[in-house]
C-alpha cells in the first residue's frame, strides 16, 4: 500500500462539531476549545458560521470567535452561505470561506432551501467576490455517496457539483460523506475518478462515521491520493437535516491511527488527549463516543 509521509487534519469542532450538537456551549468554552486545537498543533480549523442565529443558535457569537481567532492568529474556516454572509466575512477579514451544495436535490431543498442549481448560482456569485478580496474558497459537496432521502447518489450528480466548483476557481473541494453510508471501495473509486477528472484541484475528504467505518474509509481515501481530512474533537457533530446521522470521525481517533502508522500530522498526542476530555466534558458525554 502508498501511504503519503504526512496529512492535513482540518478540525471542524467549533462549527461543524458544535454547530450539530444539542447542547449550547458559551462563548468563552468554544474559546478554550479553540486554543486547545491550536495547542496540540491544529494549523486550521472551520471555527463559525455567518447563518441566522434564528437558524442555528449555536453559532450567534460567530464574530465574538472571529475576532478571537485573530488574536490568537488560528488560521480558520467560516461557513458564508450567501452573499450577505460573504459581506460580512470580508468585514472581519475573515482568511478562508466555506459553501455548501448536496448532490442530492432532496437534501438540498430540504437543508438549505434551493435546488442544486440556484445554489450554484449563488456560489458563482460567492467565489466571484471572495477572489476580488482573496479570500480562499473551500467548497463542500454534501451527500457524496448516499443521502437519506434519495438513498444511493450516483457519481454523475456528484460530478456535476464538483464542475462547478472548480470551474469557478474553489481552492479545494470537500468530498463529504455527509451521512455516513459510504464504504472503503466506493471511497477509493470515487476519489480516485475525481483526482483523474481534475488532477490540479486538491480534495478533502469528509466522513462520519455512522456505520463504523470512517477509520477504514480513511484508509481508502489515503490509496487513491487523499492527504486532507476533517474530523472533530470526541467525534462532535452530526447533520440536523440528515436523520440519523452520527458525529464526524473522531480527531482523536484520526490522528492515532495515521500517527502509528507513521504518517505525520504535526499534533501532539498528549495535548490532543487532553482537548478530547475537555470537549468531552463540555457537552456532557463522557462515555461512549470518540
Ligand atoms: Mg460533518
Redesign the pocket.
Known sequence: MLFPKQVEIID?SPR?GLQNEPVQVTTEEKKKLILRLQKMGVKRIEATSFVHPKVVPQMADAIEIIQFCHEIEMNFIVLTPNLIALEKAIDFKVPQIAVFVGASETFNMRNIKRTIDESLSECTKIFQKAKENAIFIRAYVSMSFNCPFEGNICFEKVCYVVDHFVANGADEVVI?D?NGQANPRIVYDRFKALKERHPYVVFVA?F?DTNGFAFANIIAALQAGIDKF?SSLAGL?G?PFSPGATG?VSTNGVVQLLEDMNIQTGIEIGAMKDATILTKKMINKLEGRG
Open positions: 471542524v461543524d463529504g455527509t469528509h462520519h476533517d457533530g447533520c464526524n
